[in-house]
């Protein structure tokens, strides 16, 4: 069964340092999202992208934040300058569109800021 | 107003028991609510979803009640086993938007 995955697993950075997630979400899809949950608190919504542009976004996602799309594959999600508030788990997901409404989530990046 | 309130925060139960967890939302735009499952060290993954025009969804042994006037939704699992346990996150969106609002999630705890 296709899957979105996600690299790296578990990253520990220092305060200020720059961060990228990766994610390959599933091949045949159109719609591209990233989600956080810090710990203890709820899934929140990052951004979507779509057509190779971002379509929405969060008051989270500020201008700290980018994502891109530098291939056929992959879907990135770059911190410039991490906060300690910035750790959290970071989930990658792809929906096919349409009216599917299905989001699937890959297994999470967690980021742990120091 | 973009608010989705789940409760309980956790729920143990009695391997065979009825597993009941809450969801209301605020937004009378959303017209699409889905229930996610997430176990530890996997992506959460969509259990059952429903739509307004449907008062409830059976899926299994997994039950989505809809109240649209009371703006509620639930999830029953009957039956529920050992396997069940894990966190279930519920959400809404618009459907089409991908959006999703997510409740703060439960986690159940089955014991066998």
């Known amino acids: 069964e296709p899957e979105v995955t996600q690299t790296p697993s578990h990253q520990v950075t220092q305060m200020g340092q720059e961060v990228i997630l990766r994610c390959v979400p599933i091949s045949n899809h159109l719609y591209f999202y990233w989600y956080r949950q810090i710990l203890g608190q709820k899934v929140e919504f990052l951004v979507s992208?779509?057509?190779?542009?971002?379509?929405?976004k969060s008051e989270i996602f500020d201008d700290q934040f980018s994502v891109e799309r530098p291939d056929g594959s992959n879907f990135t999600l770059k911190i410039r300058s991490t906060k300690l508030e910035d750790s959290a788990m970071y989930f990658c997901a792809s929906g096919l569109g349409g009216l599917s409404g299905e989001l699937f989530f890959g297994e999470g990046s967690r980021l742990t800021v120091l | 107003q973009q608010q989705v309130k789940q409760s309980p925060q956790s729920l143990i139960v009695q391997k065979g028991g009825i597993s009941i967890i809450n969801c209301a939302y605020e937004n009378t735009a959303f017209d699409y609510f889905p229930w996610y499952q997430h176990f530890p060290g996997k992506g959460p993954a969509l259990l059952i979803a429903i739509r307004p025009d449907v008062s409830e969804k059976k899926e299994g042994r997994f039950t989505i009640s809809f109240n649209k006037s009371a703006k509620q939704f639930s999830l029953h699992i009957m039956d529920s086993q050992p396997g069940d346990s894990a966190t279930y996150f519920c959400?809404?969106?618009?459907?089409?938007?991908?959006?999703?609002?997510f409740g703060t999630g439960t986690r159940l705890k089955v014991l066998a």
């Open positions: 959400a809404a969106s618009v459907l089409g938007t991908y959006k999703y609002i």
């Open positions: 992208f779509y057509n190779n542009e971002i379509s929405e």
